[in-house]
T-cell receptor, first 113, second 115 residues
């Protein structure tokens, strides 16, 4: 069965600094990979997704992620963080068909002035 | 296009009661999935419905059930509530759900508190 690991539960960055959130997955083949963001009291919003092809994926709000097959990783990056980016970020994987999505535990991002 | 709506947004119940949550998917979407979100367990998949049929099921006890209507609206029911059922219940819809590439759109969730 597939699994997703987000090793950082909490991350604090200064506004304007760069950000990298880590995600590792476990699956025999190439899964479909997603990053979602959840603001307090809200549902999840899709930031970006990877299915195949170019391993660097651009998303909304200035985020990007890079798929590295050799490391089974799909890390999320942003060059300059804004205070409004403070939220919880979830990496997710879908292996095979249908919509059985496995989520990571989430990384809570705090942005300080 | 209107997003996924969930009602009610907040619910307080006592142990032993049952509860029904409702989800209206985005117009044209036929797949509806349900998730339970708790601080300790994170987001866990409950089940997925497509054309009124349950296609996928997570590892939850039989107290958790759901259904989907012909207009794609879905309900989930939890019977004999336990304290541990306190959670945010999220509904997500997608067009067909027959491919992992289908993007899921999430509703704001229903916050259930069991006392």
């Amino acid at each position: 069965a597939q699994s997703v690991t987000q090793p950082d539960i909490h991350i604090t960055v200064s506004e304007g600094a760069s950000l990298e959130l880590r995600c590792n997955y476990s699956y025999g083949a190439t899964p479909y990979l997603f990053w979602y963001v959840q603001s307090p009291g809200q549902g999840l919003q899709l930031l970006l997704k990877y299915f195949s092809g170019d391993t660097l994926v651009q998303g909304i709000k200035g985020f990007e992620a890079e798929f590295k097959r050799s490391q089974s990783s799909f890390n999320l990056r942003k060059p300059s963080v804004h205070w409004s980016d403070a939220a919880e970020y979830f990496c997710a994987v879908v292996a095979g068909g249908y919509q059985k999505v496995t989520f990571g535990i989430g990384t809570k991002l705090q942005v300080i002035p | 296009k209107a997003g996924v709506t969930q009602t009610p947004r907040y619910l307080i119940k006592t142990r032993g009661q049952q509860v029904t949550l409702s989800c209206s998917p985005i117009s044209g979407h036929r797949s509806v999935s349900w998730y339970q979100q708790t601080p300790g367990q994170g987001l866990q998949f409950l089940f997925e419905y497509f054309s009124e049929t349950q296609r996928n099921k997570g590892n939850f006890p039989g107290r958790f059930s759901g259904r989907q209507f012909s207009n794609s609206r879905s309900e989930m029911n939890v019977s004999t509530l336990e304290l541990g059922d306190s959670a945010l219940y999220l509904c997500a819809s997608s067009f067909s759900g027959t491919s992992g590439r289908d993007t899921q759109y999430f509703g704001p969730g229903t916050r259930l508190t069991v006392l």
